[in-house]
């Protein structure tokens, strides 16, 4: 069964280093997605993006964050300037069609910002 | 301000029961509703989506229900078993916009054997 797969799994980091987070989505999936979540709290949306371009960002998503596809399968986020409340899972989302759909998650890399 | 409201406390029930969880909304006019399951360290896995002209889907053991007029959604496993404990999420699309679901913060179900 496809699957989206995110890698790595577990990132340790420093405050104000930069971190990349990477994501192979769907292979036929045309939306792709950043979520978090803090632990214990909800799901939150951060990006979404669709034809080599963001369609929707949210709040959290500022200008220390930017996406990403440099090739045909990859979906990266980056952090540029890691704060210690930027520690969460993230976690990356595929889905075939915008509308009337499921997202398809990926295990979520966990960042921890120390 | 536009709510999405799970119950926070863990709904603990006994193997073979139905459980019931309830996703309630403010403030939104949904397009469609979704249910994801999720398990600890890992990401969210769809379960069923319910658009706002409907009242029931059902897949499986899963049932849910959408009342608009109620501004609730339930979401039903019967015969539940051990394998079903895991955090349950409920994602609202709201109409007129962004067609980005928006997520609850989910209710713990325990199902002891």
């Known amino acids: 069964e496809p699957e989206v797969t995110q890698t790595p799994s577990h990132q340790v980091t420093q405050m104000g280093q930069e971190v990349i987070l990477r994501c192979v989505p769907i292979?036929?999936?045309?939306?792709f997605y950043w979520y978090r979540q803090i632990l214990g709290q909800k799901v939150e949306f951060l990006v979404s993006?669709?034809?080599?371009?963001?369609?929707?960002k949210s709040e959290i998503f500022d200008d220390q964050f930017s996406v990403e596809r440099p090739d045909g399968s990859n979906f990266t986020l980056k952090i540029r300037s890691t704060k210690l409340e930027d520690s969460a899972m993230y976690f990356c989302?595929?889905?075939?069609?915008?509308?009337?759909?499921?997202?398809?998650f990926g295990q979520g890399t966990r960042l921890t910002v120390v | 301000s536009q709510k999405i409201e799970q119950n926070s406390e863990a709904l603990n029930i006994q193997e073979g029961k139905t459980a019931t969880l309830t996703c309630n909304y403010t403030n939104y006019s949904p397009a469609y509703l979704q249910w994801y399951r999720q398990d600890p360290g890992r990401g969210p896995v769809f379960l069923l989506l319910i658009r706002e002209n409907e009242k029931e889907k059902r897949k499986e053991r899963l049932k849910v229900t959408f009342d608009t007029t109620l501004k609730q959604s339930l979401f039903h496993i019967t015969a539940s078993q051990p394998a079903d404990s895991a955090t349950y999420l409920c994602a609202l699309v709201a109409s007129g916009g962004s067609y980005i679901p928006t997520f609850g913060r989910g209710t713990s179900l325990i199902v002891h054997p």
């Open positions: 292979s036929n999936h045309l939306y």
């Open positions: 993006f669709y034809n080599n371009e963001i369609s929707e």
């Open positions: 989302a595929s889905s075939d069609r915008e509308v009337n759909t499921e997202a398809f």
